[in-house]
């Protein structure tokens, strides 16, 4: 069974990008990739233009061209359009922080994940309140 989420970005005209990411959304892992690997809005922008995911990881990109769907390279994101042919699957802009909430029980989803003015905050719930995505609450040990 799939714990999904949701992944966003608030852009400078307050609109937010989000993608879905189907797999393994829970903050000890989605969570604790995000803090890690996603830590800056380069590298997000670059994760929202992947559109949606079957599932996040490390990295955006294989070192090879052997990476698919179906062999997946260990450690690299698998996105809907570019390794399973997909469409319509591009990231979607969210006018307001409502519609990007509403997006949650739109898509089933367990968790959702927003980076804001240099952090990463999250929910559990579609009825959750906003919190700060942290080490502690991913239980990553330092």
């Not at 995911?53 to 955006?60: A, H, Q």
């Not at 996105?79 to 307001?96: F, H, L, P, Q, S």
Request: one cysteine or more; a negative charge.
């Amino acid at each position: 069974m799939a714990t999904r989420s949701i992944i966003g970005i608030v852009n400078e005209d307050k609109s937010i990008t989000g993608i879905y990411c189907h797999y393994d959304g829970y903050l000890e892992n989605n969570g604790k990739l995000l803090l890690n690997h996603y830590n800056n809005v380069g590298i997000i922008n670059e994760l929202m233009e992947l559109g949606d995911l079957s599932y996040l990881d490390k990295n955006l990109y294989s070192d090879n061209n052997s990476h698919t769907f179906k062999n997946p390279q260990p450690g690299v994101c698998v996105a809907y359009g570019r390794d399973r042919g997909e469409t319509n699957v591009d990231g979607v802009i969210y006018e307001d922080l409502g519609g990007f909430e509403d997006a949650m029980e739109d898509y089933g989803c367990d968790y959702q994940y927003l980076f804001e003015d240099g952090k990463w905050m999250y929910r559990a719930g579609s009825q959750g309140k906003w919190m700060d995505l942290t080490p502690e609450v991913c239980k990553i040990k330092a």
